[in-house]
């Protein structure tokens, strides 16, 4: 339990090295792109070189993939801030997302499973 | 009360009823349990109730929404493990989410001009299907509300996660890479989280697809959208 804890906390640690290496890059470069997407190159590429290994950070990155939502929970929360969308307009903004997000996935879907297939009939005639 | 002490209460108390949350959901998986959904509103209902102010909460949950951006850098390791099956579909990817973002920032205008949305409600929702720190540049590029913005990117993930996998059997959608990138072009991170329920392959299609559709909306914020806003509201 403890050495779990301690490999945990660790490699949060370096994950967060990186994050904060990302946030201080974009700022001094004034880069149009959030420190936490530098954090993600600088990781990735790191990775490729082989200055990090997966098993520093494997079970840390894990588990904030896997708890994804909870950290969307609190900015959930703070539509509490926006009483006034929630109203007749808010209702029908809910809707044109509900509808637009629809649209978007079936595109995007639609799209990317016809040029799969595509490609794999392209693959077995060749 | 210190602050130390708020952060403390609050971390604890948001964790436990996610996991709750959690729990519910997966004994009962209908919609309306979805965890982004039942967990704010019980949140908000505690809140409501012991008379606190949202930003109170706010600060005592300040370090769950700091992980957003640990976990963010996090995405690099699906995307490392699987380099090789990403670069073999990389014209699928790119095609793909080309026509996402376009249908996306599309449907949001020509739904914004159906129903009459004005100004700053329809500048600021049309990023709103990346993930929160990008909606937020593209949405102060092209003039919007930066705030409103975050608010229309997690009322898209909640819709998103919900809806995704009624789109998935509705248009039959077999492959991973089909899979992976409709739910994280159409949902950012949190439909990236349910892909990750589907597999690891989806998981890392959905990644790849998110990152793709912020990097591609934050180019069209710059040239597309300022002059497909000139064209419609002028």
């Not at chain 1, 090295?17 to 997407?37: D, N, R, T």
């Not at chain 2, 959904?37 to 005592?60: E, T």
């Not at chain 2, 998981?203 to 064209?231: K, Q, R, V």
């Amino acid at each position: 339990m403890v050495r779990k804890t301690i490999t945990m906390l660790s490699q949060l640690a370096i994950i967060h090295v990186f994050y904060f290496a990302g946030v201080g890059l974009a700022h001094i470069l004034s880069l149009p792109v959030p420190g936490s997407i530098v954090g993600l190159v600088l990781l990735l590429l790191s990775l490729f070189a082989g200055i990090v290994k997966l098993e520093w950070i494997e079970k840390a990155g894990g588990w904030l993939l896997a708890e994804l939502l909870l950290f969307f929970v609190p900015s959930a929360v703070g539509i509490l801030n926006y009483k006034e969308i929630l109203n007749w307009q808010g209702l029908e903004t809910v809707l044109l997302i509900l509808i637009s997000t629809f649209i978007v996935m079936a595109a995007t879907g639609f799209t990317a499973e016809k040029l799969y297939r595509r490609k794999r009939k392209g693959g077995h005639t060749q | 009360m210190t602050t130390a002490l708020i952060i403390l209460i609050g971390t604890i108390v948001t964790y436990v009823i996610y996991r709750a949350s959690k729990v519910v959901y997966k004994k009962w998986p209908m919609p309306f349990f979805h965890p982004l959904l039942l967990c704010p509103l019980i949140l908000i209902g505690i809140i409501q109730l012991s008379h606190l102010q949202p930003s109170d909460y706010a600060l005592s949950s300040s370090l769950w929404t700091h992980m957003l951006g640990p976990a963010t850098v996090a995405f690099a390791i699906p995307i490392y493990k699987h380099a090789p099956l990403l670069r073999k579909n990389i014209m699928i990817i790119l095609t793909s989410i080309a026509a996402g973002t376009l249908v996306a920032i599309g449907s949001s205008l020509l739904l914004s001009l159906v129903m009459r949305f004005n100004g700053d409600l329809l500048i600021s929702i049309l990023p709103r299907s990346i993930t929160t720190p990008i909606a937020i540049e593209v949405s102060k590029t092209i003039g919007g509300l930066p705030t409103l913005t975050t608010v229309f990117v997690i009322v898209t993930g909640v819709t998103g996660g919900i809806i995704g996998p009624y789109v998935i059997r509705l248009m039959a959608l077999k492959s991973p890479v089909a899979r992976g990138l409709a739910l994280g072009m159409g949902a950012h991170g949190v439909g990236t989280n349910k892909a990750m329920e589907y597999g690891e392959q989806e998981g890392t299609f959905s990644t790849i697809g998110m990152i793709m559709a912020a990097a591609m909306t934050l180019i069209w914020g710059g040239l597309l959208i300022p002059s497909l806003l000139n064209i419609t509201i002028l």
